[in-house]
DNA sequence: TTAACATGTGAACAGTTGTTCATACGTTAA
DNA sequence: TTAACGTATGAACAACTGTTCACATGTTAA
């Protein structure tokens, strides 16, 4: 039948685990409003755990767990400047990722 | 100071609460597994409650509340078909959104 | 109508996640 | 060197999330 053979071909073209293990958990790197502020305000600014933590009036603990996370997902990079840790977003695909995050929440509202 | 000014501007720039817990939504929304494993079948197929479970080989009632948080994302739409609920993407945004994803990862692996 | 089927949903439990707190480390200015 | 600063991190707790279970609803075939 040609209904099994559509679930077969799924099934048989479904990504590694591997890969939606990374997928899922990149978008779930995004999917946490803190998260989500830290990379707007990176796409706007290189910007430093204190900076951070002003713009989004959070502590630096919080601020700096969450920066954690974020580059552990290769997400963010720093660079280190005497005592402060300035972070920017790694590459272009995570802006585009979350714009077009963005575009479609705004086209909805 | 230049730097203090940065701050202010990034505030005030800042998305307001509804669009960034909306887009945190979304993008958490995606960031689990099965969805992913949902979103990634459905990008290829309509399909229904029944043929989902199969694919993923989970019960149908984890894919039907998934499902369910899908849909109340406006991400998917379903149409139902007798005893059956036929699921697909609500838009090309929510592939472009995955497929943003998924390029970012497997660039990376 | 009855039985089997396909899906939907509330409750409950386990597992995960995010924040706070306390503290530690490295850097700079005095 | 010492004190203040900026950041990092482990532990612990609260809050959230996803799955399972049990059951309900609606549909089709016999």
């Not at 963010?76 to 695909?93: A, F, I, Q, W």
């Amino acid at each position: 039948m040609v209904r099994e053979n559509i679930i077969k071909d799924i099934s048989r073209n479904m990504e590694t685990g591997e890969v939606i293990d990374k997928l899922s958990r990149t978008f779930s790197i995004f999917g946490d409003p803190t998260r989500t502020r830290i990379v707007f305000a990176l796409s706007k600014a290189e910007l430093c755990v204190n900076e951070l933590s002003q713009i989004l009036d959070m502590s630096h603990s919080a601020i700096s767990h969450q920066l954690r996370a974020l580059k552990d997902l290769d997400l963010v990079r720093y660079r280190k400047d005497g005592r402060r840790s300035y972070y920017s977003l790694n590459d272009e695909h995570i802006e585009n990722l979350f714009n077009e995050g963005l575009k479609h929440v705004l086209e909805r509202m």
